[in-house]
């Protein structure tokens, strides 16, 4: 449902009533194409490259939503790779501070999707103990040491946190993609009943998901 919801915006925003939009408008679209990846992985069991996938559609977002409040951003965006000049403009925006840069606080989804892009990156992102630790096991016998690499993750309580995870990060990231093109898209009263209804849809599948996540391992 939620990628209906990104579907049906996209289609509202298909001509769009200011050139500066354009550009942010792709790069949101970008990040829902890795939202889509994000759940192929995860439904295949492939955790870590899901989050990873996730984390770069958490960028996307907070690039396009910089881009769209400053569109002077854009400069720096399009001009990184012409010179050093260039890609010291754009690291000023875009690398730099990115607390105060991309996820200010007066964004509340933008601020929380911080919080999941710290995260992801210790899980899978970079090469880590925390990374590589989720699918190790110590399978060691007396007299025998043996490490085990899980590639695929099948415990049903960290499938929970992930789909879990999976479905706030997604929320999050189209509510900061809704406000941006807000005064254009409340137009669609069909738009408004999908998002209230999915909202409503999200709060009972994140206490489903939040039980399993709980549950004891026997």
């Not at 792709?26 to 492939?46: K, P, Q, T």
């Not at 210790?122 to 690499?149: C, R, Y």
Request: charged share 25%; aromatic share 12%.
């Amino acid at each position: 449902m939620l990628n209906d919801i990104w579907m049906r915006e996209s289609s509202n925003l298909e001509h769009l009533t200011q050139q500066t939009h354009l550009l942010p408008k792709l790069i949101f679209m970008s990040a829902h194409a890795r939202f889509l990846n994000a759940i192929e992985l995860g439904y295949s069991c492939c955790i870590g490259d899901a989050y990873s996938v996730l984390r770069d559609a958490i960028e996307a977002v907070a690039h396009a939503h910089r881009i769209f409040k400053d569109p002077a951003a854009a400069v720096a965006w399009t001009d990184k790779n012409k010179g050093e000049d260039e890609l010291k403009a754009h690291d000023k925006i875009f690398k730099w501070d990115k607390k105060k840069n991309l996820f200010p606080d007066d964004v509340p989804s933008l601020s929380k999707l911080q919080t999941y892009y710290g995260h992801f990156c210790d899980l899978a992102t970079h090469t880590s103990v925390t990374s590589i630790g989720k699918n190790f096991q110590d399978m060691s016998e007396k007299g025998k040491l043996k490490w085990a690499f899980h590639y695929f993750e099948t415990n049903p309580q960290r499938l929970a946190g992930f789909l879990n995870a999976l479905l706030q990060v997604s929320a999050h990231m189209e509510e900061v993609f809704y406000g941006c093109f807000e005064t254009r898209l409340n137009l669609d009263p069909e738009l408004g009943r999908m998002r209230s209804q999915f909202l409503l849809l999200r709060q009972q599948q994140a206490r489903y998901l939040k039980g399993i996540y709980e549950q004891k391992t026997p």
